[in-house]
């Protein structure tokens, strides 16, 4: 060990020097090239290979640390991880960024450029996907050992590409480019079985399932390290794939045979809350929860040499991230029971106190549930054990609450498997992801649970990694914080609070605007460079990125932008403004794809006119995704976040936005409370219908936006240029948005917060106008952004629901 750990100090000190040599040594191993010979993805798969090889030591060390302290370790099951890119983060969280950037551009390469080779792990689809990512890098950066289980997608969220203003989706093949993170563990390879028949037999006066006619599938792990800022503890997080176990090839002889088995990991469901019920979803959770599973008890039971699973839940915390992985409370006991032969109420009381769930949407269309014969077709064994949970929680309450409301939360019901009730009464803890949001679980959506199990509830605020967001996308910020509060913010985010003291110091202030144009700089170089469109540093830089879904209303915006372009038109001023949008929509979304075209071929019609003298622009950028936000978001201004109030479980664009200085316009949705909170009324500009109004609408049925619409020349105007042919060449598509806007059952309120929006615009434009005032609000949200650190949501996590210890790591001197 003392050797080893020589070794590891002394990898750890990275000189520019030792970079250059070992640049220089891989180059020639791997290619035979000098570095002035290399090309890009060569340089890119070398450098990345000389990080691996400095994390390589202390991946090793946690796992020993692991192994010997054994303290009680969580597994986040979620089968959607976005990192994004891996180079910069590594290097940052090594402590090797600045010295391998210094150390390139003495060679006359540039980090940045290298880094951009690199292909987004795009292993999920928007918040949900990104939290579990941040998760990740906040466990192993605040020094604790949580692990990562899911699938190794082969083709991650799709490319988008515009034409003619529509969007086409192009596979993903990110596993193509060179220089790869993960690592293939063969040897931890288990199986996995699909289908047949289930019977019952008796062995030693225990009842055993016997299977016949099953489809064995081989669940091959690849480990991605997690690389704890700068404290010595690299974590895994565990990807699956799907084979033909060698033993059964005889079993899939034909192609067709083998690739069904490879579309099991094949695509991500490009889909971020409308889930259809396909065959193929099914598949892939039990898949990822069953192999995580048997993975954790095959290293519970050999690593920590025990055997008594009374004492699993002292170990082991697996976290179910929304119900997609919720079969894990099902196959826990199948495993605990039928392979290990625990008594049914031992193996419920552990699995209990091993489980717990996020819930991220009160959405119902999102709210998971299966066909009961499509299940008990898939997974006999599972189906039948649901049934069983679902037979012992109905009599368990059976004279103890009404018939009415063990109805409404048993798991079975209309032949459909509830997934969310599985998971809540399968688990000890269930929580929402803001205030609002685990409010309204305890009060509306889950009110009869919240009533059966109050003890289990339980709020925890989503995070953003800070880290990614300041010190790698905006550099120049960060210079800043250190120049004025410090470095100690980069790894105590409280230290970011200290910034408020400079709200008087013109110098600063002057800075930031600076540091802000000039991200405005760089993003408009790269807006010309791929759309061709010309926009004006100087202008409101006003950013929307997130899903494109009817509940986030960017169509609200879009409303906003044909009133000022009209108001333009007939000579109205407005300060100059480019509206920029991210946006991908599901593929069988088609009110989604309508919008998008809707706002192309309003963007190009705007673009274009010359009366609007380039005082209006709007840019939607093609396939947003975390690299593309990280050019976006250091340069934006205004940050909209303008769901309906109760729809936005958080969001989490808001916080990264705000953390780099955008000031927000925001409806009192999610996670929105909260920043209006900490950085007070005067340093958000809020609108909108709040939470007991939109309420009201719905239960008196009395949205009648027709009449609104009738009674406001302004909102007129501004829909009907829809459908009067001020928009050009999306006539179907701008009929289906006012149709929607206009019927009774539009259940976003579109139009009932558009005059209310419009007014907080006007508020924008005149704190625009007010410059000190727009950079002293600017402050106070850069400042308070560290309310919104991951690491401080994780250490929540760690101690209230998963009830972890810190790793005991020796830190590294760098
Ligand atoms: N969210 Br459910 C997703 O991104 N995908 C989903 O399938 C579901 C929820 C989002 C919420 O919409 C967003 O408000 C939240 O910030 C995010 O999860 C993380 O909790």
């Given at each position: ?6 070794e590891?100090?002394?990898?750890m000190q ?6 250059k040599?070992r ?22 798969a070398?450098?990345s290979?000389?990080v ?11 796992r020993?640390?692991?192994?010997k302290?054994?303290?009680k370790?969580v597994y986040y099951?979620?089968?959607?991880f976005?990192?994004g890119t891996l180079?910069k983060?590594?290097?940052l969280?090594?402590?090797w ?7 390139l ?6 980090l940045?450029?290298?880094a ?15 939290l579990?990512a941040?998760f990740?890098?906040?466990l192993?950066?605040?020094?604790y050992?949580?692990?990562g ?7 991650g969220l ?14 993903n093949?990110w ?8 690592v293939r ?13 289930v ?8 009842l055993?399932?016997q299977y ?10 690849y ?7 700068q404290d010595?503890?690299t974590?895994?997080l ?25 579309d099991?990991?094949s695509i991500?469901?490009p ?13 892939q959770e039990?898949?990822f929860v069953?192999?995580?599973l048997?993975?954790?008890?095959d290293y519970?039971?050999t ?7 009374a ?8 976290h ?16 605990l ?9 031992t193996?419920w ?5 091993v ?13 998971e ?8 077709e898939?997974l006999?064994?599972?189906?039948q054990i ?6 012992r ?15 409404r939360?048993?798991?079975?019901k209309n ?14 803890s ?8 685990t ?10 649970f919240y009533n ?12 953003i ?7 790698i ?8 914080l ?7 913010w980069r790894?105590?985010?409280n ?5 408020e003291k ?5 110098k600063?202030?002057?800075?930031l605007h600076?540091i802000?144009?000039?991200n405005k700089?760089?993003?408009a170089k790269?807006?010309?460079?791929q759309?061709g469109?010309?926009i004006?540093?100087?202008?409101i ?21 044909l009133?000022?372009y ?10 100059k403004?480019?509206i ?19 706002i192309?071929e309003?963007?190009?019609?705007i673009?274009n006119?010359?009366?609007?003298h380039?005082?209006?622009k709007?840019v939607f950028l093609?396939?947003?995704?975390v690299?593309l ?8 201004d205004?940050?909209e976040q303008i769901?309906?109030?109760t729809?936005?479980a ?5 916080m990264?936005l ?6 927000t316009?925001?409806?009192m949705d999610?996670?929105?409370i909260?920043?209006k ?8 500009f809020?609108f909108g219908l709040n939470k007991d ?11 009648h936006?027709?009449k609104?619409y ?7 105007k ?5 459908i009067?042919?001020?928009v ?9 948005l ?31 106008a007010?410059?000190?005032?727009w ?5 106070v949200n ?6 919104f650190?991951s690491?401080k ?8 629901i998963?009830h972890l ?7 590294v001197?760098?």
């Amino acid at each position: 060990m003392a050797k080893y750990l020589a070794e590891h100090e002394r990898k750890m000190q990275l000189t520019k020097e030792e970079f250059k040599n070992r640049l220089k040594r891989k180059l020639n191993d791997y290619y035979e090239e000098d570095i002035d010979t290399a090309s890009t993805s060569e340089l890119f798969a070398a450098i990345s290979a000389i990080v691996r090889d400095g994390y390589a030591p202390q991946w090793r060390r946690t796992r020993i640390a692991e192994t010997k302290q054994k303290e009680k370790q969580v597994y986040y099951f979620s089968i959607e991880f976005l990192p994004g890119t891996l180079l910069k983060s590594n290097l940052l969280n090594l402590g090797w960024l600045k010295t391998v950037r210094e150390a390139l551009s003495d060679l006359g390469l540039d980090l940045d450029k290298i880094a951009e080779y690199e292909p987004d792990m795009a292993l999920g689809n928007g918040g949900l996907g990104r939290l579990a990512a941040a998760f990740m890098d906040s466990l192993a950066s605040t020094g604790y050992t949580g692990n990562g289980n899911g699938i190794r997608y082969k083709y991650g969220l799709f490319k988008q590409k515009f034409v003619n203003g529509y969007q086409r989706e192009l596979p993903n093949d990110w596993l193509k480019k060179e220089g790869h993170w993960e690592v293939r563990r063969e040897s931890k390879s288990v199986l996995v079985r699909f289908g047949g028949k289930v019977n019952m037999v008796e062995d030693n006066g225990w009842l055993i399932p016997q299977y016949e006619g099953e489809r064995v599938v081989r669940a091959v792990p690849y480990d991605v390290a997690v690389v704890g800022y700068q404290d010595g503890l690299t974590n895994t997080l565990r990807l699956w794939d799907a084979e033909i176990p060698p033993e059964e090839e005889l079993n899939y002889p034909t192609i067709s045979d083998r690739r069904r088995v490879e579309d099991l990991t094949s695509i991500l469901y490009p889909d971020d809350s409308n889930y259809e019920g396909r065959l193929l979803r099914l598949k892939q959770e039990y898949f990822f929860v069953s192999a995580g599973l048997q993975s954790i008890l095959d290293y519970y039971i050999t690593k920590l040499g025990n055997k008594n699973f009374a004492q699993l839940s002292d170990y082991v915390a697996v976290h179910i991230n929304d119900t997609h992985p919720a079969m894990a409370i099902a196959e826990l006991m199948r495993l605990l029971v039928d392979e290990h032969r625990v008594d049914w109420d031992t193996a419920w009381n552990i699995t209990q106190k091993v489980m717990s769930y996020t819930n991220h949407t009160i959405m119902a269309e999102a709210m998971e549930k299966w066909d009961v014969n499509m299940m008990s077709e898939l997974l006999p064994r599972i189906m039948q054990i649901i049934t069983e949970i679902d037979r012992r929680y109905c009599e368990g309450l059976k004279g103890r609450v009404s018939d009415a409301v063990i109805d409404r939360t048993r798991i079975i019901k209309n032949g459909q498997v509830q997934m969310a009730h599985l998971a809540i009464i399968g688990s000890h803890s269930v929580n929402g992801v803001a205030a609002l949001h685990t409010q309204l679980l305890e009060t509306e959506v889950l009110k009869d649970f919240y009533n059966l199990y109050p003890e289990r509830f339980n709020n925890k605020t989503n995070g953003i990694t800070l880290r990614r967001w300041l010190q790698i996308a905006n550099p120049e910020l960060s210079d800043l914080l250190d120049q004025t509060i410090g470095k100690e913010w980069r790894s105590d985010s409280n230290k970011m609070l200290n910034f408020e003291k400079y709200y008087h110091d013109t110098k600063v202030l002057n800075q930031l605007h600076e540091i802000k144009l000039d991200n405005k700089k760089k993003l408009a170089k790269f807006v010309k460079e791929q759309t061709g469109i010309e926009i004006d540093p100087t202008a409101i830089f006003d950013v929307q990125v997130k899903r494109m879904h009817a509940y986030k209303r960017q169509t609200l915006k879009l409303l906003h932008i044909l009133k000022l372009y009209q108001d333009l038109k007939a000579r109205i001023d407005h300060p100059k403004r480019v509206i920029i949008f991210g946006a991908k929509a599901a593929p069988s979304y088609v009110f989604a794809k309508q919008i998008i075209k809707v706002i192309n071929e309003t963007a190009n019609m705007i673009n274009n006119d010359p009366d609007i003298h380039g005082k209006l622009k709007v840019v939607f950028l093609e396939n947003y995704n975390v690299s593309l936000a990280e050019k976006i978001i250091p340069a934006a201004d205004i940050s909209e976040q303008i769901s309906t109030t109760t729809k936005e479980a958080s969001g989490t664009s808001n916080m990264k936005l705000m953390a780099n200085g955008a000031l927000t316009v925001a409806t009192m949705d999610g996670a929105n409370i909260e920043i209006k909170d900490a950085v007070g009324e005067e340093n958000i500009f809020t609108f909108g219908l709040n939470k007991d109004q939109v309420y009201k609408y719905y239960a008196e049925k009395s949205y009648h936006p027709r009449k609104m619409y009738e009674e406001d020349p302004v909102m007129k105007k501004a829909v009907d240029a829809l459908i009067d042919g001020t928009v050009p060449n999306c006539s179907s598509e701008g009929q289906a948005l006012v149709n929607n806007f206009l019927s009774d059952n539009e259940q976003f309120l579109v139009l009932a917060d558009f005059e209310a929006y419009l007014k907080a615009q006007e508020k924008v434009e005149q704190t625009w106008a007010q410059k000190r005032i727009w950079q002293q609000m600017s402050l106070v949200n850069i400042a308070h952004s560290e309310r919104f650190d991951s690491d401080k949501t994780i250490e929540r996590y760690a101690q209230d629901i998963w009830h972890l210890k810190k790793l005991k790591i020796e830190k590294v001197d760098r």
